[in-house]
């Protein structure tokens, strides 16, 4: 194998969490340390892809040639993922982007009221890699992520085929030695048709083998 055999590919990878305002000092968020995603981009990198990492708050540093844009919630996520991913040859979507927003984000710092209870609505927000992988023109291989805590491969497989991605990894992160913020990672990558499973190693490690993995998948889809 060459030393850069994704040499002249194009990559998209989302990262991290995302932050859903609720006031000028407060937010909704979630765990994800954005380790996955980066060392996704670090290992397309040093393989010769042309790598765009668009990344949530994370408290990490921009692996080697790899350009970055960074975001801060659902919906510029979404705008920054449309507009990279109709130039890109594979999406991989392993930000943890929050589900919901707040309806409307006060002006001004919410006040603690004489009631107990504080009732927030929320919205949905646009789910990012289904629009990528609904793209009728330049869309791109798209990989997904599923992180569960229960029936990790029916519900991974059911994302497959709800966001009609090309593969997806499913994580169970119910396990404490692997998943959000740990070093480690477990995986099993799904596609129509078969799975494979890449066992507990280093997210540095995991990350080279499924770049390679979704380069052979990518690869056949080409030629097919
Ligand atoms: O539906 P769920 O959030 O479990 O799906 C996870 C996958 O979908 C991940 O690849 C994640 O990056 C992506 N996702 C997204 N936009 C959302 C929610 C999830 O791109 N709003």
Same mark, same amino acid.
């Given at each position: 194998?060459?030393?850069?055999?994704?040499?002249?590919?194009?990559?998209?990878?989302?990262?991290?969490?995302?932050?859903?305002?609720?006031?000028?000092?407060?937010?909704?968020?979630?765990?994800?340390?954005?380790?996955?995603?980066?060392?996704?981009?670090?290992?397309?990198?040093?393989?010769?892809?042309?790598?765009?990492?668009?990344?949530?708050?994370?408290?990490?540093?921009?692996?080697?040639?790899?350009?970055?844009?960074?975001?801060?919630?659902?919906?510029?996520?979404?705008?920054?993922?449309?507009?990279?991913?109709?130039?890109?040859?594979?999406?991989?979507?392993?930000?943890?982007?929050? +589900?919901?927003?707040? @309806?409307?984000?006060?002006?001004?710092?919410?006040?603690?009221?004489? $009631? &107990? =209870?504080?009732? %927030? /609505?929320?919205?949905?927000?646009?789910?990012?890699?289904?629009?990528?992988?609904?793209?009728?023109?330049?869309?791109?291989?798209?990989?997904?992520?599923?992180?569960?805590?229960?029936?990790?491969?029916?519900?991974?497989?059911?994302?497959?085929?709800?966001?009609?991605? +090309?593969?997806?990894? @499913?994580?169970?992160?119910?396990?404490?030695?692997?998943?959000?913020? $740990? &070093? =480690?990672?477990? %995986? /099993?990558?799904?596609?129509?048709?078969?799975?494979?499973?890449?066992?507990?190693?280093?997210?540095?490690?995991?990350?080279?083998?499924?770049?390679?993995?979704?380069?052979?998948?990518?690869?056949?889809?080409?030629?097919?």
């Amino acid at each position: 194998m060459p030393a850069t055999p994704l040499a002249g590919l194009r990559f998209t990878i989302t990262a991290g969490p995302t932050r859903e305002a609720l006031d000028p000092v407060r937010y909704l968020s979630n765990h994800s340390s954005g380790k996955m995603g980066f060392a996704l981009a670090a290992a397309a990198a040093a393989m010769g892809a042309d790598v765009t990492l668009i990344s949530g708050p994370v408290q990490l540093a921009t692996p080697a040639g790899v350009k970055r844009i960074d975001v801060v919630s659902a919906e510029q996520m979404h705008q920054a993922a449309l507009k990279v991913a109709v130039q890109s040859d594979i999406f991989i979507g392993c930000a943890a982007v929050a +589900d919901y927003r707040a @309806a409307d984000v006060a002006t001004n710092k919410l006040k603690k009221g004489a $009631s &107990e =209870q504080l009732q %927030l /609505t929320l919205v949905k927000n646009p789910d990012i890699i289904a629009a990528v992988a609904g793209l009728a023109k330049q869309r791109p291989f798209t990989v997904g992520f599923a992180a569960e805590t229960q029936n990790v491969l029916s519900y991974a497989r059911q994302k497959l085929l709800n966001k009609k991605l +090309d593969m997806i990894c @499913a994580n169970d992160v119910s396990q404490p030695d692997a998943g959000f913020n $740990s &070093e =480690q990672n477990a %995986l /099993t990558a799904l596609w129509h048709g078969g799975e494979q499973v890449l066992g507990l190693q280093t997210k540095a490690a995991l990350a080279a083998s499924l770049i390679t993995l979704i380069y052979q998948h990518f690869s056949q889809q080409q030629t097919t």
